[in-house]
């Protein structure tokens, strides 16, 4: 059976710590693996990779994905109030069934002032 | 704002009855997924839809169905409610279908309580 899980559960830093959010993944014909951030309702998008190796990065938000381990690691750096959020990674295989994406549950980030 | 409008944002009903949320996918978006999120279990795959048709089926309870219409719009149905359908529904769309290259965008969700 296909799954994401996504470690650690929760997680509590201060302003301006670097975190490491830890994403592996067991997907049948793996196509892509994506990092939301859900704060008050709506998940919104941060990342896709496809490719091992390749980091993308975004501001103080960073990804990359390792294909041949399954996992994927989503740093933020220098961490601000504002970054306090649950985190969903997901991970799609290709086509039919596979197309969509199966999350984990979520790694919740509380950042204290 | 996402793009993908849901309606109705809160609602709460009684055990047994049955609702229907409603979603808009962005504009230009072909594809509409439904997610159940609750507390223990996270996001949940529902159902998916691409351009009128069923593309997808996740955990979807058979008390539950979705369709999706002409001017692309989709309604998710929820039926003979019980305690443990309280959750948050999402919407989402996409341009393609199943690619597995899409980026969903989710709407602000619909919660639903049931008493």
């Known amino acids: 059976e296909d799954k994401v899980v996504q470690s650690p559960l929760s997680l509590v830093v201060h302003e301006g710590d670097t975190v490491t959010l830890n994403c592996s993944y067991e997907v049948t014909n793996f196509r892509s693996l994506l990092w939301y951030k859900q704060e008050k309702k709506a998940p919104t998008f941060l990342f896709m990779l496809t490719s091992s190796g390749i980091e993308k990065k975004s501001g103080r938000l960073s990804s990359i994905l390792d294909k041949k381990e399954l996992f994927s690691i989503l740093n933020i750096t220098a961490t601000q109030t504002g970054d306090s959020a649950i985190y969903l990674c997901a991970a799609r295989g290709y086509g039919g069934s596979q197309g969509n994406l199966i999350f984990g549950k979520g790694t919740k980030l509380s950042v204290k002032p | 704002d996402s793009g993908v409008t849901q309606t109705p944002k809160h609602l709460i009903t009684a055990t047994g009855q049955r609702v229907t949320l409603r979603c808009s996918p962005r504009s230009g978006d072909l594809s509409v997924y439904w997610y159940q999120q609750s507390l223990d279990q996270g996001l949940q795959f529902l159902i998916q839809?691409?351009?009128?048709?069923?593309?997808a089926k996740g955990n979807i309870l058979e008390r539950f169905s979705a369709q999706q219409f002409p001017d692309l719009h989709s309604e998710l149905n929820l039926s003979s409610l019980e305690l443990g359908d309280s959750a948050l529904y999402f919407c989402?769309?996409?341009?393609?279908?199943?690619?597995?290259?899409?980026?969903?965008?989710f709407g602000a969700g619909s919660r639903l309580t049931v008493l």
């Open positions: 989402a769309s996409s341009v393609a279908g199943g690619t597995g290259a899409n980026v969903l965008t």
């Open positions: 839809y691409y351009n009128g048709e069923e593309r």
